[in-house]
């Protein structure tokens, strides 16, 4: 059973913008207390939906860590000291984290000092030993099936990611042949139910919603009534973006998880925290806050393809040890991982040095 807590957090400014909404036809949202009921519309897939699917190499190598690392061992620096500095200072800025990066580098330097290292290259070989072993204890991934419905309740501030990622699990687990529904819980924006919907009309997914500002447990205590009534495998329900440190979001989350636990004793089975991977060291914080709030037992790091710095998810393992059930690394719906720790680290790493 997941608790909740009611501790204030203190307060750390404004959230960021939710990401643009996909263009669909519009939809009236219905008012009043009778929730409406999206139906699944038949949708066809256009061929930019189903590109060819990359490597984790081809979208990691262009993050400030991959990059750094490359430079770095690229020139066949001498194996001293030296290096070990330089290597810290490399993944402090490609926010692995200070605690993170100085633990890595001080292991690897008593090993050097050990004679265990032939040239920077053996370093480098067992850098990524190491950094696998960081990772390797949060690669659990998400079992649905101890429960039907299986209640996810996702989480997040604006921005990170939060509804797609509801719409690309909910096509994954289409496709998996499971029965899917979905909760516009996120009441707060009306952009955010146009675009659970328009995730639900491109899946084949229903959708339960009610007007904007609705309460938000009602929504998905109807939710989880009509998925229960249809015997659906899970139910993954939306949740207001605004920032952690609005003091009604901290009661609106709690009266969710009481209102849900009138139904099933257990649910919510999963509270999977969406954290936008190009915040950096923020998307510890932001979860470190979160988990005053709500108790988070899964996490999702989107945003990791492009621009990120690659490192934080390292300082996620390390700061708080949860499970980290995806990763994003791009646009499309097969772009949500299933989080794995050596091809994570890999695809880090320059390519001679990953594992072949």
Not at 11 to 31: S, V
Not at 95 to 114: N, P
Not at 320 to 346: H, S
Request: no cysteine; charged share 25%; glycine share 8%.
């Amino acid at each position: 059973m997941l608790k909740f807590w009611k501790k204030k957090p203190a307060d750390n400014g404004a959230g960021e913008n939710e990401e643009a909404t996909d263009q669909a036809p519009a939809q009236p949202i219905a008012q009043g207390t009778p929730p409406s009921v999206e139906a699944p519309v038949a949708a066809t897939e256009t061929s930019a939906e189903a590109p060819a699917r990359r490597s984790w190499r081809e979208r990691l190598s262009g993050s400030v860590f991959s990059r750094g690392i490359s430079t770095l061992f690229s020139r066949h620096p001498k194996l001293d000291d030296s290096l070990l500095d330089e290597l810290e200072t490399t993944l402090i800025t490609a926010d692995v984290g200070i605690e993170a990066s100085t633990s890595l580098v001080e292991t690897l330097r008593k090993r050097m000092h050990k004679r265990e290292f032939a040239d920077a290259d053996a370093l480098l070989r067992a850098l990524r030993q190491e950094l696998i072993a960081l990772l390797k204890p949060v690669q659990t991934s998400l079992d649905i099936a101890g429960h039907k419905p299986f209640v996810v309740l996702t989480v997040g501030i604006n921005g990170a990611g939060k509804t797609t990622t509801i719409g690309k699990l909910a096509r994954r687990w289409r496709d998996e042949g499971k029965q899917v529904l979905l909760a516009a819980g996120d009441t707060f924006r009306a952009a955010a139910v146009e675009q659970l919907k328009t995730w639900g009309e491109r899946n084949q997914v229903p959708v339960i919603s009610q007007g904007q500002d609705a309460d938000a447990a009602s929504v998905i205590f109807d939710a989880l009534q009509a998925a229960r009534s249809r015997h659906a495998d899970v139910l993954i329900a939306d949740t207001a973006g605004r920032l952690h440190t609005q003091g009604g979001l901290m009661d609106e989350l709690g009266k969710i998880a009481r209102v849900l636990k009138k139904l099933d004793a257990d649910a919510p089975h999963e509270v999977l925290m969406v954290i936008d991977g190009t915040t950096g060291q923020n998307a510890v914080n932001q979860v470190r806050q979160f988990r005053q709030i709500v108790g988070v037992t899964g996490l999702v790091v989107t945003k990791l393809d492009g621009t990120a710095k690659g490192g934080v998810v390292f300082a996620l393992a390390r700061e708080f040890g949860l499970p980290i059930r995806f990763v994003g690394l791009g646009e499309t719906a097969t772009d949500l991982r299933v989080f794995d720790a050596e091809a994570y680290v890999d695809g880090l790493l320059p390519a001679e040095f990953a594992k072949t």
